[in-house]
């Protein structure tokens, strides 16, 4: 029963996300990284990409359940159908022989208390291994794989065909991009590190495999892992050069690092102490500095602080995340529209604190990785005409040459999965440039 342990832990995994709407790295942190500390490296690498590919392909694997049995399996049963979504995503996702998918499962069922279901768990994967195969070339695999709310959101705002290619990046492995602390040594970690360049400086690594912090560079704060979508909204605010740039929201501190680096005097702030013991460990590994605040930015205010008016305010606020959906699979299965509802009222109230953190002129970037256009241009829409006191200030094509596929009509930044399709795609991601008047 080789390897039987990590497909237990995947079982578990899956049970906890899927039953108890858990975050996938909340769960591997919790239920792997800590508590079964004799996992070995590659195998703890295995139970993430197992649990992965199953979210990723959940509505196909679904599907091909359902083709084999009569009727739904009884909700007590629910571990039966982890086992079988197990099993059937490495069969037909993860390249696993047939003979050891089918084995493994039938095992496992033994060892979770579910040895009724034995036959039945042989008998459903024995006949994928038969017709499977073809059963999976004739799915509509971007349709099946996306929840219904989040394909008519982006249906109505974007296009069908935009959604459906939304949808189809959504299947893929999610690149590895990081950013250099230091822009003229960006040659030479592109090839120390055999990456590629991407338009707006950040490196995206050739290959995924092994551990990130046994990399060169890594332990002497070289750089530092972040998509090129969320490195896009701190370039909106141009030369920040001895600037007092505020960073809401900020931890793990991944935007922090970069207005540092480009010379600012950074405050970052969060409510999340926790969260906020990464940003400094973050910090000191890259030898940056940053004012730390633990403080709710709805709340904080520049005269309970004492303190004078920023030169600008970037907002990462929280959001539903959907423009992670490829690096982050677990997001489609638990975020809802109620969700989106929700955190509208935070990202409402951020906006306005934002703006009363700068004086007249400053310059506030409001932005999400979601490509729910309500978190996003329905939030600064609503917000002007409300009469909050600011007005976009729009981006060209003259100012962001590399970035045009990205800049919408209104002048803000949209990026989708699709763009930058020639290194791969890219996160969903909003931002905006805003001016106080």
């Known amino acids: 029963m080789k390897n039987i ?10 049970k906890d996300i899927l039953e108890e709407d858990c975050f996938l790295q909340d769960v591997i942190d919790k239920r792997i990284w800590e508590q079964d500390v004799k996992m070995q490296p590659r195998d703890r690498a295995f139970v993430r990409a197992l649990v992965a590919t199953v979210l990723r392909r959940l509505g196909q694997i679904d599907a091909l359940i359902n083709h084999c049995i009569d009727r739904p399996l009884p909700e007590k049963a629910s571990r039966v159908k982890g ?10 996702f993860l390249e696993t022989p047939p003979h050891a998918a089918v084995n493994t499962s039938v095992d496992m069922a033994s060892i979770v208390g579910c040895t009724p279901y034995k036959k039945l768990i042989n008998a459903v994967l024995r006949r994928l291994g038969r017709e499977g195969n073809k059963l999976v070339e004739s799915q509509d695999a971007a349709r099946l794989n996306t929840p219904d709310w989040l394909w008519e959101s982006w249906s109505k705002a974007y296009g069908e065909e935009n959604c459906r290619k939304i949808a189809e990046r959504h299947l893929e492995e999610a690149p590895i991009d990081i950013s250099v602390k230091e822009s003229e040594s960006l040659e030479k970690w592109a090839i120390e590190l055999d990456a590629e360049k991407l338009p707006n400086g950040s490196l995206r690594l050739k290959s995924t495999s092994g551990q990130i912090t046994e990399l ?13 979508a969320a490195s896009l909204p701190v370039l909106l605010f141009g030369d920040i050069k001895g600037k007092n740039i505020a960073d809401l929201c900020a931890a793990p501190g991944g935007k922090t690092a970069q207005l540092a680096a480009l010379g600012a005097n950074v405050s970052a702030m969060d409510s999340s102490v926790h969260r906020l013991k990464r940003l400094n460990q973050n910090l000191d590994r890259l030898q940056m500095k940053a004012k730390v605040i633990a403080a709710d930015a709805t709340r904080w ?3 309970s602080a004492g303190a004078a008016p920023f030169d600008g305010v970037l907002i990462d606020a929280p959001c539903s995340s959907t423009g992670t959906i490829r690096r982050h699979p677990d997001v489609a299965r638990i975020k809802t529209e109620k969700d989106v509802k929700s955190l509208m009222k935070i990202q409402k109230k951020l906006l306005k604190s934002a703006v009363n953190m700068v004086g007249s002129g400053g310059i506030v970037i409001y932005c999400v990785c979601s490509i729910q256009p309500e978190e996003g241009e329905g939030i600064i829409k609503q917000a002007i005409a409300e009469g909050l006191p600011v007005e976009r200030m729009p981006l060209t094509a003259e100012e962001f040459p590399n970035l045009v596929e990205m800049i919408a009509k209104d ?3 949209r990026s989708l999965p699709f763009n930058f399709s020639e290194y791969g795609g890219a996160d969903g991601f909003y931002a905006v440039r805003l ?3």
Do not use: D, H, P, Y
């Open 301 to 303: 205010t520049l005269k």
């Open 83 to 92: 086992i079988l979504q197990l099993g059937i995503a490495q069969m037909f």
């Open 411 to 413: 002048g803000s930044l």
């Open 5 to 14: 342990g990590s497909r237990i832990a995947a079982l578990n995994v899956l």
């Open 216 to 228: 060169v560079g890594f332990s002497e704060g070289a750089w530092w892992v972040q998509s090129v």
């Open 435 to 437: 001016k106080k008047v």
